[in-house]
């Protein structure tokens, strides 16, 4: 699509309300937060440089949710304005339709769809990073981990000596799994080292042993110089620590972890309902700027206080009825995919229905 010059006015009206929310309704949250625990995080021998960068640190979280309620008033501002002034009035009567002269801030939805994508990845690591700082939690190594026992898939338990994630090498590696008889025996895999291919996401052990335990007093015993086992699906990374929140996981890592549990027979409906929102919120972005671009033509000559308002009201119906739809994904009654979409095709559905109904 080739930019015009009505395209360029439009575009750049757009993205200065919306990098001015998106910015600007974080630091509001981040400025209330930090009143609330001000005393707390001094209390913890924090220098004033340190809450500031524990702050900066939970940026990429608040703008996470924030983005489509930024999409949202940056539309409703941008076209109310424009209705205000008259300008949609005479962009038609220049032969462009109402369609047309939104096409810039749908493009530009979609550019906002995809850096919510980008920030969702980002604000698991740094939330994290931000309680480390605040002394909310002890500092998780970043290279290395030494003498730890940490407990993967299918009931397998990994003790490891030393780990050392640059180098993608364990040391001293013992791999357990307790049988249940004959189909199912236990395993007992000890190894002078593995080290990981990141190409292929395996693990090979070198030089060791490996127990089969059949039942009581019943083994057999090998020796190997090379072993690839396919049970080990852990990344270094993963390794670093055991105990993780979802909160905490970025898309495929909670992907992995929803696996694990599926396969040890728990219900895994809301964590399914949380791994979608991470792609469906972001996705709102373009929907609720369907949504908003002819809901804002319903009272063109309306000051900014009934845009606050349209902005207002339709951010809380959407968390109203993305609350909902998580309660029905958790509780079984939908499908987890089904409940992490149903507020975009609800707000989908009103935005086409108002498009059509669009003067243009």
């Given at each position: 699509?080739?930019?015009?010059?009505?395209?360029?006015?439009?575009?750049?009206?757009?993205?200065?309300?919306?990098?001015?929310?998106?910015?600007?309704?974080?630091?509001?949250?981040?400025?209330?937060?930090?009143?609330?625990?001000?005393?707390?995080?001094?209390?913890?021998?924090?220098?004033?440089?340190?809450?500031?960068?524990?702050?900066?640190?939970?940026?990429?979280?608040?703008?996470?949710?924030?983005?489509?309620?930024?999409?949202?008033?940056?539309?409703?501002?941008?076209?109310?304005?424009?209705?205000?002034?008259?300008?949609?009035?005479?962009?038609?009567?220049?032969?462009?339709?109402?369609?047309?002269?939104?096409?810039?801030?749908?493009?530009?939805?979609?550019f906002a769809a995809g850096?919510?994508?980008?920030?969702?990845?980002?604000?698991?690591?740094?939330?994290?990073?931000?309680?480390?700082?605040?002394?909310?939690?002890?500092?998780?190594?970043?290279?290395?981990?030494?003498?730890?026992?940490?407990?993967?898939?299918?009931?397998?338990?990994?003790?490891?000596?030393?780990?050392?994630?640059?180098?993608?090498?364990?040391?001293?590696?013992?791999?357990?799994?307790?049988?249940?008889?004959?189909?199912?025996?236990?395993?007992?895999?000890?190894?002078?080292?593995?080290?990981?291919?990141?190409?292929?996401?395996?693990?090979?052990?070198?030089?060791?042993?490996?127990?089969?335990?059949?039942?009581?007093?019943?083994?057999?015993?090998?020796?190997?110089?090379?072993?690839?086992?396919?049970?080990?699906?852990?990344?270094?990374?993963?390794?670093?620590?055991?105990?993780?929140?979802?909160?905490?996981?970025?898309?495929?890592?909670?992907?992995?972890?929803?696996?694990?549990?599926?396969?040890?027979?728990?219900?895994?409906?809301?964590?399914?309902?949380?791994?979608?929102?991470?792609?469906?919120?972001?996705?709102?972005?373009?929907?609720?700027?369907?949504?908003?671009?002819?809901?804002?033509?319903?009272?063109p000559r309306a000051g900014?206080a009934v845009g606050i308002?349209?902005?207002?009201?339709?951010?809380?119906?959407?968390?109203?009825?993305?609350?909902?739809?998580?309660?029905?994904?958790?509780?079984?009654?939908?499908?987890?995919?089904?409940?992490?979409?149903?507020?975009?095709?609800?707000?989908?559905?009103?935005?086409?229905?108002?498009?059509?109904?669009?003067?243009?």
């Open positions: 699509m080739m930019l015009t010059l009505l395209d360029r006015y439009v575009l750049r009206t757009w993205v200065g309300i919306f990098i001015g929310t998106a910015l600007g309704f974080p630091l509001i949250s981040i400025l209330i937060n930090l009143t609330d625990n001000l005393s707390r995080l001094l209390g913890r021998g924090l220098t004033a440089r340190e809450i500031m960068v524990s702050y900066i640190y939970s940026v990429p979280e608040n703008m996470f949710i924030i983005l489509p309620a930024a999409v949202l008033f940056a539309t409703v501002f941008t076209v109310g304005g424009m209705g205000r002034h008259s300008e949609i009035t005479a962009a038609k009567a220049g032969g462009r339709s109402f369609y047309r002269l939104c096409a810039p801030i749908f493009v530009a939805s979609l850096l919510g994508v980008l920030v969702g990845e980002m604000a698991p690591v740094s939330t994290a990073r931000q309680l480390e700082v605040q002394k909310a939690r002890e500092a998780r190594p970043r290279k290395f981990r030494y003498n730890f026992v940490y407990r993967g898939d299918d009931g397998w338990v990994y003790t490891v000596r030393t780990l050392d994630v640059a180098s993608r090498i364990m040391r001293q590696v013992v791999l357990e799994r307790q049988g249940l008889g004959l189909e199912y025996p236990g395993l007992a895999i000890a190894a002078d080292s593995a080290t990981y291919d990141s190409l292929t996401g395996i693990w090979m052990l070198h030089h060791g042993t490996s127990r089969r335990v059949i039942g009581p007093g019943q083994a057999e015993l090998f020796s190997f110089a090379q072993l690839r086992l396919q049970t080990l699906r852990e990344q270094p990374a993963d390794l670093l620590a055991e105990n993780k929140a979802p909160n905490e996981m970025r898309y495929r890592e909670l992907g992995r972890y929803i696996s694990a549990l599926r396969r040890s027979g728990n219900d895994v409906s809301k964590l399914e309902v949380d791994q979608a929102l991470k792609i469906a919120v972001p996705a709102t972005c373009f929907v609720i700027a369907i949504f908003a671009a002819p809901l804002a033509l319903t009272s900014a308002g349209i902005g207002l009201g339709t951010t809380l119906v959407f968390l109203l009825v993305l609350e909902m739809s998580k309660a029905f994904g958790a509780s079984g009654l939908v499908e987890p995919l089904v409940a992490a979409w149903m507020p975009e095709a609800v707000f989908l559905s009103a935005g086409l229905w108002l498009m059509v109904r669009a003067r243009t």
